[in-house]
């Protein structure tokens, strides 16, 4: 009797295994998926690569900017030489080696200053500079009828990711004959932050009531970099002008970015400059 139930039971029990193995697996996904579709789920994913920029801290883009500028050729007009030296509006020429400053003809993408933005931003950079005694108090506001604004990227062209968008601000060459004093002539602007990386200002201060170290330092504290040491050289004809100070910031890498505070005497401008 138990050999009888047992020849009975394995053809049942094969059987039964073959029928699960086909019909189970199917069973058991859709099982599966209807559970995921009734019960949505959260799942933390790396989103990196989409939507993602580049955040540079502000030595390394103050050093892409310098590496930006000194790639180019400036070129200058007979009046605008005569009447400012080597710092007078400049045209830019293709970018060299592997860094550019270009034009940045599609506008700022939503998250940089936009054009109609950029005059209150740059105000209130003032208003910044002169609270901090960068800048006199005497310095105009800057309004649309007087200046015009364009909007560039300076890119590491190796490194793409490495990129700084800034504003140029200039007194528009409609106010050629229009006083210049205590205004502000040329000045270049992170369209991120409006942090003032460059200026070139009329003054009624002269350069010996300029204290240059306090001065750059007090930029420094603004701007967010380490503190500025001294940029040593016997070379006088480093500036158009024999008014200046130079000073050292650390950079990328072992990189280092120089920055020159000046002054052109008769015309009474002072200005801060990164290298170029």
């Known amino acids: 009797m138990k050999n009888k139930v047992y020849y009975l039971a394995v053809p049942l029990l094969a059987a039964a ?51 930006c500028l000194n790639s180019q050729t400036v070129l200058e007009s007979e009046t605008s030489a005569n009447a400012r030296g080597a710092a007078a509006e400049a045209a830019y020429q293709e970018p060299e080696g592997s860094y550019a400053f270009v034009v940045n003809r599609r506008g700022p993408s939503g998250r940089e200053i936009t054009d109609e933005q950029i005059y209150a931003t740059c105000n209130e950079g003032l208003k910044l500079l002169k609270e901090r005694g960068i800048l006199p108090k005497q310095v105009r506001e800057v309004d649309a009828s007087s200046y015009d604004v364009t909007l560039y990227s300076a890119i590491d062209v190796l490194e793409p990711r490495n ?17 210049k004093a205590n205004r502000l002539m040329d000045a270049y602007i992170d369209a991120d932050d409006g942090k003032i990386y460059e200026f070139y200002v009329r003054s009624p201060l002269l350069w010996e009531e300029i204290d240059a170290d306090a001065l750059v330092a007090e930029w420094a504290a603004y701007m967010g970099l380490g503190e500025p040491l001294p940029y ?5 004809l480093l500036e158009t002008t024999p008014y200046f100070r130079k000073y050292v910031f650390a950079g990328m890498g072992d990189g280092q970015t120089v920055v020159t505070l000046g002054f052109y005497e008769g ?9 170029r």
């Open 232 to 236: 040593e050289s016997d070379n006088p």
């Open 163 to 179: 990129n700084v968008a800034v504003w140029k601000m200039s007194l528009s060459n409609s106010q050629k004959n229009a006083d």
């Open 17 to 67: 295994a073959m029928f699960l193995s086909i019909w189970g697996p199917e069973r058991l996904a859709e099982y599966k998926d209807q559970g995921i579709l009734n019960s949505p789920r959260t799942e933390s994913v790396e989103t990196a690569g989409e939507g993602y920029r580049y955040q540079m801290n502000s030595n390394e883009k103050l050093y892409l900017l310098s590496c």
């Open 267 to 275: 015309i009474n401008e002072l200005f801060l400059k990164v290298s």
